[in-house]
T-cell receptor, first 117, second 111 residues
């Protein structure tokens, strides 16, 4: 299947700093990318949906000024956690899909474990 | 809105035991249904999917049948292995929109 590369896989940062996470589709053009957050032993919660060249659509309760999403090209989306705090520590996962329709498959990155100290 | 409910874990089995993880969904129309697997410290991998009623998805010995009459997509495997230990997520999607996930079920297989 298609490959989605997410980088970094782990990051530790100091409280108050910003962290950028990259999500790349390596062998296909991702018209839509999704960013999820997963708390320990819990399911994935959708944070935002981004379409190439347009502003991301954020889910209710997700601060768009804190979680900046950029989808500048068909193969790259970035999530920047600004002014990170310990409560932002989590596992962040991106997924990418091409087009739409019932048979469209979403491919997931490996995830990024963010620890804010 | 759409929702997915799956059995809570952890599910602990001995190697070669039969596995069933229940999943039911709520959605209008005809969603696509998926099972994803997450191994420790990794992202999600698609395990299998079904896009219409009565379809059976299968992969690596796992199977699930799309049952519209019971709005279910239960995951089964006849003989589990230690390497199957992971968290399994049931999910649905409609017309290419985002995935709605169930809460996840942790499977632990003991040798």
């Amino acid at each position: 299947g298609a490959v989605v590369s997410q980088h970094p896989s782990r990051v530790i940062c100091k409280s108050g700093t910003s962290v950028k996470i990259e999500c790349r589709s390596l062998d296909f053009q991702a018209t839509t990318m999704f960013w999820y957050r997963q708390f320990p032993k819990q399911s994935l919660m959708l944070m935002a949906t981004s379409n190439e060249g347009s502003k991301a659509t954020y889910e209710q309760g997700v601060e768009k000024d804190k979680f900046l999403i950029n989808h500048a090209s068909l193969t790259l989306s970035t999530l920047t956690v600004t002014s990170a705090h310990p409560e932002d520590s989590s596992f962040y996962i991106c997924s990418a899909r091409t087009g739409g329709g019932l048979n469209t498959e979403a491919f997931f990155g490996q995830g990024t474990r963010l620890t804010v100290v | 809105g759409n929702s997915v409910t799956q059995m809570e874990g952890p599910v602990t089995l001995s190697e070669e035991a039969f596995l069933t993880i229940n999943c039911t969904y709520t959605a209008t129309g005809y969603p696509s249904l998926f099972w994803y697997v997450q191994y420790p410290g990794e992202g999600l991998q698609l395990l299998l999917k079904a896009t219409k009623a009565d379809d059976k998805g299968s992969n690596k010995g796992f199977e699930a049948t799309y049952r519209k009459e019971t709005t279910s997509f239960h995951l089964e495997k006849g003989s589990v292995q230690v390497s199957d230990s992971a968290v399994y997520f049931c999910a649905l999607s409609k017309a290419g929109n985002m995935l709605t996930f169930g809460g996840g079920t942790r499977l632990m297989v003991k040798p």
